[in-house]
């Protein structure tokens, strides 16, 4: 393949049973049996519970149990148990029962008045909150021993005693703190005299939740308070900080089942991985904490091998990394989730002796984990240097691995006194997560006052002197992967010999400028250009390919190259450019010939006449939507068009970073097959489309200087391959050919129905690495214009040698009538023309066979073509040629099942 730099581009259940309120009307019901309308606890809702006992409490008294008293009286009397001599006592009563009957109203009034207040204290305004903070402190007059390490140790067990006492002394002298407190736990110690880590849980009524807040927030406030001298304290600590954390993870932290404690051996690595690994999923439901330590004078790399967690999402399992023993945001390094390349580079580097790992885990899933690596190197003393000389280069600590957090380095670079210096920054990856690019305000490098950061591409900043100074900085959390850069020493007048100088001050190829290629960046090659023949001129001025006009892509920016190819208000647009009167359309004919406008003519799972354009369900109904395979959404009744679809995706959503090459990640195209013959090595590429078929092309399988290239005992399938030097790798997997079947019309002289399927052997695994793309049916429309992508270890220029490891090459599919022009009438209908115009980018020697795909609107990818033939490589206005897949797609049906 050949490429060219630059062209990438919660008490309201009414707590009746408890609440004064239903107590009320649960005695006014006992008052009298009979009375019914008592509500049951938990019914209703408050209004309409505080209505009833107000008019319970009118009626007990004013009439039901006047009423039921009543009826005590009859009984009295009709069984007349007083002598008369007591006729006096009886008289005596009258008043003193009304006496009795005002006191139990006043009683009863205040009664529910004291009950409507305290409901509404508890309910509105005391409603205890629980706050859990994590924070840390640091004793000044102790001595670190090791057994600190250990928190099972009466060493540990004692200091954490006094700690913990100091802590709680603190909070008592705080009156927006004392109260509230409930419980702390030292959950650790590290050296510097003693930092001592802990959780304080709290419960705090909501209206003193923020009064609560602000005072845990105010170390200084939190010190001063502890007035050491005025208690001569055993202890004298400082730096007292603690970060509010959702109790939800902090409370399980007392469950220490998944908690490990491990101190790095001096010249060893330490491995640690999730419970089960790698024979069994991680445990759902979990927290898990990885306590990392080294020797007092050291810090900590940790790498993470690999890492297979659930995909990402709002509620996903992750691993956070912190720079510190207490989970706190302000020290989170990292946050990750899902799958990473193998090549994503995951190693971080802790600030101090410590580091923390945790893993929090939903109640579904069942993904791998990770296997972890860390070791002890010595405290990096000075960051930054002196550099001085014509040239040279220089990174961030530690670079490719994520920079430590709390780190300035100033480089100062000069160059010889009559020359200027600039800096080239070939990798940028300073990147905090939610902080704006223009805005800088965490991690940062500075040049002369203007601040970087972010993920950049490849730029430079030059100097009008010979010196410039270059200050990096990183704050306390989330760190990346840094740069890398050079300097260089340039002539004032000359920045760029031999080549063009962008305004960016880059130096690029002459033969890029005006090419209609904005290999600047900023745009200043293609500035002040003046059209040639071959060229458009876009209303904008810019200069573009003749070939680029009505491809379908806005080249221009302002779509001046789209716009003489529009049709008039009553004519429809093919998708081959093609204009037909707007009645044609879905008329049951293909007008455009290419069936466009009768793709999309009905809506929902409406069956239409079958046409050569319509989509057939298994059923044997036809439906008129475009592209329905496996687009996520069921077209046909039978739910057929989404059968068959665990294809086309990649398992790695991570790639790695590698910006500006060309050389494809390890999975990131996981149906590329190698086809090897003995003795001779790759020969082509393949496509694995099912368990057990690859497609390929049938030129690879002429004969050729006596050899029969047709006989599948030849050759070998390797699957799963990224570099050819490493075919032995664990993920490589390596079958044999069963059986080869060419198309019977593959015409030898003009490469018309270049296409073959083999079957293997036996079946192949999928895997991270081995996946197979999806094959489209034969009505899919790939647009002109789309971007489609080629891979291959084939020759990396015309007459060159093939790549060790395997490319990839974004290119488009041109105008078939416009590409056979270029191609003097070679190109028939099994064909495709895909490719740059400009030159420069192209499948090659040694690409055939391999796959051309298309990434769809549902992100599956389909095999659009098959690499088949060209005009040398890479050159201009000699796009390459590819087997039609849709053409195809009935006879590879025919011969594989699929
Ligand atoms: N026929 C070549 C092969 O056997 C593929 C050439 C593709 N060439 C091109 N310029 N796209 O590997």
């Not at 086809?675 to 020969?683: E, N, Y």
């Amino acid at each position: 393949m050949t490429l060219r730099e630059g062209a990438n581009h919660i008490l309201e259940e009414h707590q009746f049973q408890g609440s004064p309120s239903f107590q009320t009307s649960a005695l006014l019901s006992r008052c009298c049996s009979g009375y019914t309308e008592t509500p049951r606890g938990g019914g209703g809702d408050s209004f309409y519970l505080d209505k009833l006992v107000a008019a319970g409490a009118n009626r007990s008294f004013a009439g039901d149990c006047c009423h039921c008293m009543r009826d005590m009286n009859n009984l009295d009397e009709g069984v007349e148990f007083l002598p008369a001599m007591n006729s006096k006592k009886m008289e005596k009563r009258g008043p003193r029962r009304q006496v009795v009957v005002t006191v139990l109203i006043i009683v009863f009034l205040l009664v529910s008045l004291t009950t409507g207040l305290l409901f509404w204290h508890f309910k509105y305004r005391n409603t205890p909150v629980q706050k859990v903070f994590n924070g840390h402190l640091r004793v000044l007059n102790w001595e670190f021993l090791d057994a600190y390490e250990n928190s099972s140790s009466p060493e540990f067990s004692m200091l954490a005693k006094k700690v913990k006492s100091t802590v709680e002394e603190i909070y008592k002298n705080h009156a927006d703190i004392g109260p509230y407190h409930k419980e702390t736990v030292i959950t650790a110690f590290s050296e510097g005299s003693v930092i001592a880590y802990y959780w304080s849980e709290f419960l705090v009524p909501k209206y003193r939740e923020e009064s609560l807040d602000r005072a845990m927030a105010d170390k200084q406030s939190l010190v001063q308070r502890w007035n050491p001298r005025l208690r001569n304290p055993m202890l004298k600590v400082e730096s007292v900080i603690a970060f509010p954390v959702d109790p939800s993870i902090a409370h399980s932290a007392r469950d220490n089942s998944c908690m490990f404690s491990l101190h790095a051996k001096e010249g060893e690595v330490t491995s640690f991985t999730t419970p089960g690994f790698p024979n069994s999923p991680y445990p759902n439901n979990a927290l898990c904490y990885w306590a990392l330590r080294a020797d007092a004078s050291s810090s900590i790399s940790l790498t993470f091998k690999t890492l297979e967690l659930e995909p990402c999402r709002d509620d996903s399992d992750y691993i956070k990394v912190y720079d510190s023993l207490s989970p706190v945001e302000p020290h989170a390094l990292v946050r990750l989730c899902g799958n990473y390349a193998p090549s994503y580079n995951l190693t971080f580097l802790s600030s101090q002796n410590v580091m923390l790992v945790t893993l929090v885990t939903n109640k579904e899933g069942r993904f791998p984990g990770f296997k972890a690596e860390f070791f002890q190197l010595p405290k990096m003393k000075a960051c930054g240097e002196t550099l001085k000389g014509e040239s040279g280069t220089f990174t961030t600590p530690y670079y490719p691995a994520h920079y430590p957090p709390d780190m300035d380095c100033v480089w100062n670079i000069e160059v010889p006194s009559i020359k200027n210096v600039k800096v080239r920054f070939n990798m940028f990856f300073v990147l905090e997560p939610g902080i704006p690019v223009s805005s800088c305000t965490k991690d940062y490098v500075q040049i002369n006052g203007t601040r970087y950061c972010g993920e950049r591409s490849q730029f430079v900043v030059a100097s009008t002197t010979n010196k410039i100074e270059l200050r990096f900085h990183s704050d306390q959390s989330y760190t990346d992967t840094g740069f890398s850069a050079e300097f260089l020493s340039y002539d004032s007048s000359d920045p760029c010999p031999g080549k063009f100088t962008c305004n960016t001050g880059r130096c690029i190829d002459r033969s890029m400028r005006c090419d209609g290629w904005l290999d600047c960046v900023d745009g200043s090659d293609e500035r002040s250009c003046t059209c040639t023949e071959q060229q458009f001129k876009c209303q904008n001025g810019w200069c573009k390919p003749r070939f680029w006009v009505c491809d379908n892509v806005n080249d221009c920016g302002d779509n001046s190259d789209e716009l003489q190819c529009s049709c008039s208000a009553d004519s429809f647009k093919c998708n081959n450019g093609k204009c037909v009167p707007s009645t044609q359309k879905c008329d049951g004919k293909d007008d455009c010939e290419d069936g466009s406008d009768e793709g999309s003519c009905s809506t929902g799972q409406t069956t239409v006449p079958c046409k050569e354009y319509t989509y057939k369900c298994r059923s044997g109904h036809c439906i008129s939507k475009q592209n329905p395979e496996c687009d996520g959404e069921q077209d046909c009744e039978d739910h057929s068009d989404e059968d068959n679809c665990n294809c086309g995706l990649r398992s790695y959503v991570r790639k790695s970073r590698i910006v500006g090459g060309q050389n494809s990640d390890v999975g990131e195209w996981p149906w590329q097959v190698s086809l090897h013959v003995k003795g001779q090595g790759h020969i082509c590429g393949a496509s694995l489309v099912s368990a057990n078929w690859l497609v390929s092309a049938a030129h690879c399988f002429l004969p050729l200087q006596g050899i029969r290239y047709s006989d599948p005992s030849l050759w070998t399938a390797y699957l799963g391959l990224t570099d050819q030097g490493d075919r032995s790798g664990p993920n490589v997997q390596t079958r044999k050919i069963k059986s080869i079947i060419s198309h019977p019309f593959f015409n030898d002289y003009t490469y018309d129905y270049d296409i073959a399927v083999l079957e293997l052997q036996s079946p192949v695994t999928f895997t991270a690495v081995v996946q197979p793309i999806c094959l489209p049916d034969a009505t899919h429309n790939f647009p002109v214009g789309k971007d489609l992508w080629v891979t291959g270890w084939g020759a990396t220029a015309e007459g060159g040698t093939g790549a060790s490891i395997l490319q990839k090459a974004e290119i488009r599919l041109i105008n078939q009538t416009v590409c056979n022009q270029l191609l003097t009438d070679q190109l028939t209908p099994r064909m495709m023309c895909v490719g740059i115009l400009t030159g420069g980018v192209d499948a090659c020697q040694g690409d055939s066979g391999g796959p051309l795909v298309s990434v769809e609107p549902s992100s599956r990818m389909f095999l659009a073509g098959v690499v088949s033939w060209g005009d040398g490589c890479a050159q201009r206005n000699k796009p390459g040629v590819y087997s039609r897949l849709t053409s195809l797609r009935d006879w590879i049906q025919e011969h594989t099942g699929l």
